[in-house]
């Protein structure tokens, strides 16, 4: 999350994004090919992965073929990457400051 939302602003994506991540199905700041790609990462992202016929056909719906193989390797690289910060008990270089309250920070401070 850290090194995304800094880098993200400069991309386009809204703070209101990065707060309403964690409730992104219900925010109504995603459009929806963009909540059709946060499905595609929660559940690539899961242990084990798990990505449902449903999701998938969306994403084949709303992309072109190379724009899913684009989509999976970005994510499947971000989920390395977070993983590897996690075993190795890497902090955040404080370039994103969620809230004590945010979700995705409670998360976090379950795996310490």
């Known amino acids: 999350m850290d090194i995304n939302a800094a880098v993200g602003g400069e991309a386009g994506i809204r703070s209101e994004q990065f707060d309403d991540l964690a409730s992104f199905e219900r925010s109504p700041h995603f459009d929806r090919s ?17 990505v449902s016929e449903e999701t998938f056909a969306e994403a084949r719906a709303l992309f072109t073929t190379e724009q899913i193989v684009e989509l999976t390797a970005a994510i499947a690289l971000e989920n390395f990457r977070a993983r590897f910060n996690c075993a190795l008990k890497i ?13 995705v920070r409670k998360a976090l401070d379950r795996t310490k």
């Not at 946060?38 to 690539?44: Q, T, W």
């Not at 902090?91 to 979700?103: F, I, K, W």
Request: hydrophobic residues 30%.
């Open 34 to 50: 963009e909540k059709a790609v946060l499905r595609l990462a929660e559940g690539m992202t899961r242990t084990p992965s798990d």
């Open 91 to 103: 902090d955040s270089d404080g370039l994103c400051a969620l809230p004590s309250d945010h979700p």
